[in-house]
């Protein structure tokens, strides 16, 4: 079992940058997938980013590749999300999400998710 924690929303003018944190309990956190997560106002919750249980494979959503980095520190139990040259329509709550291994790109796949926390970009 895991649990987790984001911080690091905000309020930033389009072409800044926000850097999100998820912190996870427990001692198997280096057996995770960690994934990112957003989900707009009236949308599905989609795919960002997701690094594997030891970094060594990383995916992101076309949409952010070449714009934001996933990276984890294991010794720490975290993952973060940095997010460069932010779009207005990069608007939503982020979630960080945890499965066990397989590395994965759909929200139904994974076991464990945080609380979320806003970003809003203004234009």
């Known amino acids: 079992q895991v649990q987790l924690v984001e911080s690091g929303g905000g309020l930033v003018q389009a072409g800044g940058s926000l850097r999100l944190s998820c912190a996870a309990s427990?001692?198997?956190?280096?057996?995770?997938?960690m994934g990112w997560f957003r989900q707009a106002p009236g949308k599905e919750r989609e795919f960002v980013a997701v690094?594997?249980?030891?970094?060594?494979?990383?995916f992101y959503a076309d949409s952010v590749k070449g714009r934001f980095t996933i990276s984890r520190d294991n010794a720490k139990n975290t993952v973060a999300l940095q997010m460069n040259s932010l779009k207005p329509e990069d608007t939503a709550v982020y979630f960080c999400?945890?499965?066990?291994?397989?590395?994965?790109?759909?929200?139904?796949?994974?076991?464990?998710w945080g609380q979320g926390t806003q970003v809003t970009v203004s234009s």
């Open positions: 999400a945890a499965r066990r291994l397989v590395v994965a790109k759909t929200p139904s796949e994974y076991n464990y």
């Open positions: 427990g001692r198997t956190f280096s057996s995770y997938v």
């Open positions: 690094i594997s249980v030891r970094g060594g494979t990383i």
